[in-house]
């Protein structure tokens, strides 16, 4: 091995995956809106300002998920897109879950993170495309830093994107 490749070998860091999903979601109590506190990068998400996801039963276990944000800066033109969220854990249980868009566009997430339907994060089996959500358009700093301190073992949490949010939760 060349010194170069060592060098570069000890100075990249190297993440794990994902960790284990929680043991279980509710997908009844996991509806509603979520407004996302921070994200990694995503092409769809570009120049996205108050961004949230909602999550709506169509059956016991099936859910409709509309996300949103302004385009640019909060009030200007809305971009919306919506999917369907499923199950892949046996009794509904959500923490491991497919959304499909567009028919055919799908991806396996899991919520590695849920405290009491009010925080959670979700992720890609890759850590990837991560996001720390809240049922709020703000979160307390400490909890938000524990959060940050645990993603830390899986993510470079400096690459973080911390959108605008609305405080006030509005959409046209």
């Given at each position: 091995?060349?010194?170069?490749?060592?060098?570069?070998?000890?100075?990249?860091?190297?993440?794990?995956?994902?960790?284990?999903?929680?043991?279980?979601?509710?997908?009844?109590?996991?509806?509603?809106?979520?407004?996302?506190?921070?994200?990694?990068?995503?092409?769809?998400?570009?120049?996205?300002?108050?961004?949230?996801?909602?999550?709506?039963?169509?059956?016991?276990?099936?859910?409709?998920?509309?996300?949103?944000?302004?385009?640019?800066?909060?009030?200007?033109?809305?971009?919306?897109?919506?999917?369907?969220?499923?199950?892949?854990?046996?009794?509904?249980?959500?923490?491991l879950?497919?959304?499909?868009?567009?028919?055919?566009?799908?991806?396996?997430?899991?919520?590695?993170?849920?405290?009491?339907?009010?925080?959670?994060?979700?992720?890609?089996?890759?850590?990837?495309?991560?996001?720390?959500?809240?049922?709020?358009?703000t979160?307390?700093?400490?909890?938000?830093?524990?959060?940050?301190?645990?993603?830390?073992?899986?993510i470079?949490t400096?690459?973080?994107?911390?959108?605008?949010?609305?405080?006030?939760?509005?959409?046209?």
């Amino acid at each position: 091995m060349s010194i170069v490749s060592l060098i570069i070998l000890t100075k990249t860091p190297s993440y794990a995956k994902a960790p284990a999903p929680v043991i279980y979601v509710n997908p009844i109590e996991f509806s509603g809106l979520w407004y996302e506190i921070a994200r990694t990068y995503n092409s769809y998400e570009e120049n996205c300002v108050a961004p949230t996801v909602e999550y709506k039963k169509i059956s016991k276990t099936k859910l409709e998920v509309y996300n949103r944000c302004f385009k640019e800066k909060i009030g200007a033109d809305l971009k919306e897109y919506k999917g369907v969220v499923e199950p892949l854990g046996s009794n509904g249980n959500m923490s491991l879950m497919e959304k499909t868009y567009y028919w055919i566009f799908s991806e396996e997430y899991r919520i590695i993170y849920l405290d009491n339907y009010e925080t959670a994060v979700v992720v890609d089996e890759n850590m990837e495309y991560v996001w720390i959500m809240n049922r709020k358009p703000t979160i307390e700093n400490k909890k938000l830093g524990d959060i940050i301190s645990m993603l830390n073992n899986y993510i470079d949490t400096d690459k973080l994107i911390f959108p605008l949010q609305d405080k006030n939760g509005r959409y046209k």
